[in-house]
Every structure is written in C-alpha cells, then in structure tokens.
C-alpha cells in the first residue's frame, strides 16, 4: 500500500495492463459470436412453426408487400427500415362473444355476448365461440390490414351482424331446439365464409354455447315448459297405464290358453287310455273266446274219441285210474253183482260201457 501511494502513475499504468490483458484473452475470442448475434437480431427474422411471415419492402426495388409467403425458420430482412417481416398465426384463432369471462378459453380474443332479436320481437343474449384460421396471409394483410387487424378489421366486426342474421330467424322457443339452432349456426358460418375467405380468412365452426332471455320472459318460457312437460308426463302416463293394461291383457289371455291346453292335453291322455283300454279289452275278449273255443274244442274231441272203436278201452283205463287211489275196497265177488276187479270186461258191463250179453 505504501508503494502504491508513492507511485500512484506506475499503479495506474500497470492496472491499465492488466485489464487490456483481460480484454485480449477474454473478449476477444466472443466478439464473433457477439457480431453474430448482433447479425441475427438485426437482419433475421425468426417464423415460429405456427407463424406465416410476409415481407414488405420500403427502399429498394419491387417495393411494397411481396406475395411470397415465408414458412418456418430464420428470414433475412435487411434492417434500418429498407424491409420488415409481418407474421400472421397458421394455426386455429378463437373468438369469444361472451358475459362470462371465465368460460373463456385461453389466448381467445372476448367480447360481450350477442344480442340478438328473435323473429317474435324479444330478446336473447348467445354466448358463441367462432373458430377461424388463416388461410392466405397475403389477402389478409392487403385486404385487412397487418398485425392483429384481421382481428379488429375483420373477424369482430363481421361475426354478431352475421349471427343476428342467421340466428334471428328463430322464434324464441326454436332457440330450445338443438337441431334447428345448429342448423342456423351452420348458416351464420356460411355467410361469415362468404364476407371472409375473399379475405384470406376461413370460419371453421361456429358453436352456440349459451343462451339466455331477460328474466320475466326465461320465466315464462320455463312456465311454460314446465306445464308442457306436465302435459307430457300425463300423456306418458296414460300410456305407460295403456301398456299395462295390454301387458295383462296378454298375460291372461297366454295363462288361458295355458289352461286350454292343459284341458286339451288331459282330455287327449284319458282318451288315449281310453282307447288302450278298449282295445286291452277286445284282445283279451278275443283270447278268452279263442280259449273257449280251444276247450270246447278239446271236449268236443275227446267226446268223439269216447264214441268210437276202442274207447271203450279208455273207460277201463279211467276206470282203473279211479281204482288206483283206493287202498282197500270191499266188493262182492260172487253172485250176479260180483265183481272180480281183475275181469275188465266185467267191470264195463257194470258201468254201462259194454252192454251186457255182447261180447
């Protein structure tokens, strides 16, 4: 510090040094970028992905706004003035007309909601969404304007008067009707397309959000919707009772026949026994008489074997058939009614088989 305060030139000398050594190590290998950097912000304009760019030239030939549409990336303009770049959104634009600001969506340009008359006389504020997008910046910027004039000039001016037209065609119980009033939205975006795409301008949708009618009218057309609702559920009454009523109706009717065919059934089984049982009957009366007739036939056989030759000879085996299950029998052996159970011909005559004096 002391020599600092004795030598203060040679300091002053030396710190003066240290900082041009500074400067020639440190800056000096940034003063390309820096001139680079220096270049780009002035003679390039950067188009984002989203972005047209057109230029318009002030000095120099073929002044005035070029037709070439420049697309993404960086643009050479030459700066001071001789030449500018106008940049326009690609992509989708929405335009609000709404009282509710929260309903908004994001980066939306808003306005109050449209007051349009319905074709009755009365009243009725529509919040609408208008979605658009640019489709030749060149025609917008000729025919509009540059910057957000393609707002101001061109979609916010157009779009109510357009709607007015389109929706106030309606009553203003047809505003309730969902395919009538997206009918008429279709309608306002065709005519907004024929004031806007000779701009360079392209109406995409046109959505019918909200609607509301000054409070004594809402009230009477809620009123009034509440007693066609009433009508309506009475109607659906009745016909829900109707359906019933036809619902039991079949239903009795099918447990009738249910019962019918039951009977039906029943009455064919008995006939059906009926029938096996007749016929069970008949065969066995036809069995029974054929046995009949097979024992009758049998007598009538053995009867005639009895009349002829020889027979007189089975009487004697019965005969002796009949002695056989005696173990003693007391019989006279002489006399005129002795019996000598050894003479055959003896025992026939007795029993009438053999006339007595033939032999």
């Not at 489709?135 to 001016?157: A, F, M, Q, S």
């Not at 301008?201 to 057309?221: A, G, P, T, W």
């Not at 009034?224 to 109707?242: E, H, P, R």
């Not at 036809?286 to 002829?308: C, F, G, R």
Request: proline fraction near 4%; include cysteine.
């Amino acid at each position: 510090m002391e020599w600092e305060k004795a030598n203060p030139d040679k300091f002053g000398e030396s710190l003066l040094s240290e900082l041009k050594n500074f400067l020639v190590i440190i800056l000096l290998p940034l003063v390309p970028f820096i001139l680079l950097a220096i270049l780009l912000t002035t003679c390039f304009v950067y188009i984002q992905p989203n972005e047209f760019g057109i230029k318009q030239v002030n000095i120099g030939f073929r002044t005035g706004i070029q037709k070439q549409v420049y697309q993404t990336g960086f643009q050479l303009v030459i700066p001071f003035g001789f030449q500018m770049m106008h940049r326009f959104p690609r992509d989708i634009q929405v335009f609000e007309l709404s009282n509710y600001s929260e309903s908004a969506s994001r980066d939306a340009r808003m306005e109050k909601a449209a007051h349009i008359q319905t074709s009755d006389g009365f009243f009725v504020s529509v919040d609408v969404s208008t979605l658009y997008h640019i489709v030749d910046p060149y025609k917008v910027i000729t025919t509009i304007g540059p910057g957000k004039l393609y707002e101001d000039n061109g979609i916010i001016p157009k779009v109510e008067p357009k709607l007015k037209e389109a929706l106030g065609e309606m009553t203003t119980e047809e505003f309730y009707n969902s395919p009538l009033r997206t009918k008429k939205a279709l309608y306002a975006k065709e005519l907004l397309n024929e004031e806007l795409n000779p701009k360079g301008i392209q109406v995409d949708s046109i959505l019918v959000r909200y609607f509301k009618y000054s409070d004594e009218i809402q009230k009477n057309i809620e009123e009034k919707k509440l007693k066609d609702q009433l009508v309506f559920t009475n109607q659906s009454k009745a016909k829900a009772s109707a359906e019933e009523a036809l619902v039991k109706k079949v239903r009795q009717e099918g447990e009738a026949n249910i019962k019918v065919k039951l009977e039906e059934g029943k009455a064919y089984v008995m006939k059906k026994n009926a029938e096996r049982d007749l016929y069970m009957r008949a065969k066995k009366a036809e069995a029974d008489l054929l046995v009949n007739l097979a024992e009758a036939k049998k007598t009538e056989l053995i009867n005639e074997a009895y009349q002829k030759k020889g027979s007189d000879k089975l009487v004697g085996l019965k005969m002796a058939e009949v002695y056989k299950g005696l173990d003693v029998i007391m019989l006279p052996s002489s006399g005129r009614y002795g019996i000598n159970p050894l003479n055959l011909e003896d025992s026939l005559k007795m029993f009438g088989v053999v006339e007595q004096g033939k032999e």
